[in-house]
């Protein structure tokens, strides 16, 4: 079992629409969330780190953690072709300690 | 917000040849710097953790022989792939430590493509 999965995809959705990214972890131990966006050929580009069971939300984005399922998820709102690249999924014990990326998911936004 | 770069970008080099990649935090201090490779429609695999003043600690399967790291300040710490081969072709990021803003994360570096022919 990997310790970070994501469904590799690819998310299909239209513009305008609510794209939901799934990530689940296997360390309890895990404290610090976090998730990136990559464009390809690009390095990953920080979007939204979350540290506590709910809700955290900036903008269009809107991360979700639930530590006794160990999962955690991001919504992405009013979705754009721009939003079209891969998120990862990243998990780490302490923040800014090692971090475990997970796959990642391609989305693709379709105008 | 905080600014890591890395020099060269690109490089394309012969088999045999060493290459010596440079990581650096701009704008704030960086105690850990981490180095990461990524293979084509792959995800980030950890290289190594680098910390300031001291050795470099390696992930399991890296070989520290081959990929020399090297964290001299608080702002630069460079990745040397000693006789690259083709298999080594690929793209090395790095990213470093910092507390901005109250929050303790990694930035991570626009990254440099590797080929070596």
């Known amino acids: 079992q990997k310790e970070v999965e994501q469904n590799s995809g690819p998310l299909s959705v239209p513009e305008g629409a609510i794209a939901s990214l799934n990530c689940t972890y296997s360390?309890?131990?895990?404290?610090?969330f976090f998730w990136y966006r990559q464009y390809s050929g690009k390095s990953p580009e920080l979007i939204m780190s979350i540290y506590s069971n709910g809700d955290k939300e900036d903008g269009r984005f809107t991360a979700q953690l639930n530590k006794a399922s160990q999962y955690v998820s991001l919504l992405i709102r009013d979705s754009q072709p721009s939003d079209s690249a891969t998120y990862l999924c990243a998990v780490a014990r302490n923040a800014g300690n090692m971090l475990t990326f997970g796959g990642g998911t391609r989305l693709m936004v379709k105008p | 917000g905080a600014v890591v770069s890395q020099h060269p970008s690109r490089v394309i080099c012969k088999s045999g040849t060493s290459v010596k990649i440079e990581c650096r935090s701009l704008?704030?201090?960086?105690?850990?710097m981490f180095w990461y490779r990524q293979f084509p429609k792959q995800s980030l695999m950890l290289m190594a953790t680098?910390?300031?003043?001291?050795?470099?600690?390696?992930e399991q399967g890296v070989e520290k022989d081959k990929f020399l790291i090297n964290h001299a300040s608080l702002t630069l710490s460079t990745l040397t792939v000693t006789s690259a081969h083709p298999e080594d072709s690929s793209f090395y990021i790095c990213?470093?430590?910092?507390?901005?803003?109250?929050?303790?994360?990694?930035?991570f570096g626009p990254g440099t493509r590797l080929t070596v022919l």
């Open positions: 990213s470093a430590r910092g507390l901005l803003g109250g929050t303790d994360t990694q930035y």
């Open positions: 360390d309890r131990g895990s404290q610090s």
């Open positions: 680098s910390n300031e003043g001291s050795k470099a600690t390696y």
């Open positions: 704008d704030f201090q960086a105690t850990t």
